[in-house]
């Protein structure tokens, strides 16, 4: 349950980090901010990604803190979680067996699909001719 929440929140950071850093970097082409913030607009790039990618985190911690004290939440994670834990997974070799059939049959339906596309352009041709 808990690597569930710091999945999220890792991936929260990210997402909010790049799209912080995507306003900023937007923002910082602009003239007015440029005069009005002269210091946050100088910042380089790499000190750009780095920041925001702090801020992602800060903002995404206290998300995912707030989500998780929530006791509904908790209730449904854990519900899941029991729910994950009762499926019945597939073995290594089910899973390769699985995928070599739909690999072949894949393959037959695409020799199969261009013969016939053959067929009938050869059809096509005694028909209409080779179109000089």
């Known amino acids: 349950m808990l690597a569930g929440f710091f999945a999220a929140g890792m991936l929260g950071a990210y997402i909010i980090g790049k799209f912080v850093h995507g306003v900023w970097d937007y ?12 210091r946050i607009a100088s910042v380089g790039d790499d000190e750009k990604t780095t920041i925001s990618l702090v801020i992602g985190g800060i903002a995404a911690l206290i998300l995912v803190l707030r989500t998780y004290r929530k006791p509904d939440v908790r209730a449904w994670t854990d519900d899941v979680a029991g729910e994950l834990t009762k499926v019945k997974w597939p073995t290594k070799k089910e899973v ?4 070599v059939v739909v690999i072949a049959a894949s393959a037959i339906a ?23």
């Open 110 to 132: 695409t020799i199969y699909l261009a013969m016939l596309d053959r067929l009938w352009g050869f059809i096509t041709n005694l028909i209409y001719g080779d179109g000089s």
């Open 96 to 99: 390769y067996n699985s995928t």
């Open 27 to 38: 923002l910082a082409n602009k003239d007015w901010f440029a005069q009005t913030l002269p």
